[in-house]
């Protein structure tokens, strides 16, 4: 029986390309041999990411599962894009994993995923004096103070941890193996920034504990299961196993997209 294969990139960021260079990426891509490809978020801006998904249907001819990420949302709001993105994706090979169920990778393996959020539960956020741009391209966040966008960031957070959890449940009633796409890191420990775990004042920005807690919790129950989790966020790679938890983070650079991996479906 044929192995498959799953071809990972993330914060691809394809704003910061023009048209031309844009093709020339997703062309090279097809020299890679793989059966699906999967995206942990930070596509493009809101502005553009409709027309760079057409770009993607047109030139990856395999299925092509995503979740967003922060940038995607800049010049929008949160409601507005994901209604377009998921009008847009209707009846195509690209399927937007947030809240859309379990995909079967292998008889063995399924994939599920959530845009997820920075929920500020890690590191010092009343004290961090980040001040990210989030907070001035995402409509929602415009004109909040610190503790109305705490306010939002938890909500995402809980709100992603409670669709992963229910996908889980479910995913282990079919499969041994599941692979979670998201974008932001659930674990402190894979917030990587030159070599060193990310300091107080970036931690809440950059992780999301209310994922990263119920994910040990669901896993801690299930000692004979596995998941992988793929995201991206902090643009510095890191890689870890957990038990039976493993993590990728991807390293990107803008201007610069690339696939990550291709990652062997057991």
């Given at each position: 029986?044929?192995?498959?294969?799953?071809?990972?990139?993330?914060?691809?960021?394809?704003n910061?390309?023009?048209?031309?260079?844009?093709e020339?990426?997703?062309?090279?891509?097809?020299?890679?041999?793989?059966?699906?490809?999967?995206?942990?978020?930070d596509i493009?801006?809101?502005i553009?990411?409709?027309k760079?998904?057409e770009?993607?249907?047109?030139?990856?001819?395999?299925p092509?599962?995503?979740?967003?990420?922060?940038?995607?949302?800049?010049?929008?709001?949160?409601?507005?894009?994901?209604?377009?993105?998921?009008?847009?994706?209707?009846?195509?090979n690209?399927?937007?994993l947030?809240?859309?169920?379990?995909?079967?990778?292998?008889k063995?393996?399924?994939?599920?995923?959530?845009?997820?959020?920075?929920d500020?539960?890690?590191?010092?956020?009343l004290?961090?004096?980040?001040?990210?741009?989030?907070?001035y391209?995402?409509?929602?966040?415009?004109?909040?103070?610190?503790m109305?966008?705490?306010?939002?960031?938890?909500?995402?957070g809980?709100?992603?941890?409670?669709?992963?959890?229910?996908?889980?449940?479910?995913?282990?009633?079919?499969?041994?193996?599941l692979?979670l796409?998201?974008?932001?890191?659930?674990?402190k420990?894979?917030?990587?920034?030159?070599?060193?775990?990310?300091?107080?004042?970036?931690?809440p920005?950059?992780s999301?504990?209310?994922?990263?807690?119920?994910i040990?919790?669901?896993m801690?129950?299930?000692?004979?299961?596995?998941?992988?989790i793929?995201c991206?966020?902090?643009?510095?790679?890191?890689?870890?196993?957990?038990?039976?938890i493993?993590?990728?983070?991807?390293q990107?650079?803008?201007?610069?997209?690339?696939?990550?991996?291709i990652?062997?479906?057991t």
């Amino acid at each position: 029986m044929k192995q498959m294969k799953l071809a990972w990139m993330t914060d691809i960021h394809l704003n910061f390309l023009d048209d031309y260079n844009i093709e020339m990426f997703l062309k090279s891509i097809n020299q890679n041999d793989f059966d699906y490809l999967t995206i942990s978020g930070d596509i493009s801006d809101a502005i553009r990411l409709i027309k760079h998904l057409e770009f993607i249907e047109k030139w990856i001819k395999k299925p092509v599962y995503f979740v967003l990420g922060n940038h995607d949302f800049y010049h929008g709001s949160f409601e507005d894009i994901d209604e377009k993105v998921r009008k847009f994706c209707k009846d195509k090979n690209l399927i937007y994993l947030t809240n859309n169920g379990i995909f079967k990778l292998s008889k063995n393996t399924g994939l599920i995923g959530h845009n997820g959020w920075a929920d500020g539960g890690y590191g010092d956020y009343l004290n961090s004096r980040i001040d990210l741009n989030d907070y001035y391209k995402i409509h929602d966040l415009i004109g909040l103070n610190k503790m109305e966008r705490l306010t939002i960031m938890n909500k995402m957070g809980k709100t992603s941890s409670r669709y992963l959890s229910k996908m889980i449940e479910n995913g282990f009633e079919q499969f041994n193996n599941l692979i979670l796409v998201t974008h932001v890191s659930p674990f402190k420990e894979a917030c990587y920034y030159k070599n060193q775990i990310s300091g107080e004042d970036y931690l809440p920005y950059y992780s999301c504990k209310s994922v990263g807690d119920m994910i040990k919790r669901e896993m801690k129950k299930r000692p004979d299961k596995k998941i992988m989790i793929l995201c991206g966020h902090t643009h510095f790679a890191f890689e870890k196993e957990f038990g039976n938890i493993s993590i990728k983070v991807g390293q990107s650079e803008y201007r610069y997209p690339k696939t990550q991996e291709i990652i062997n479906i057991t």
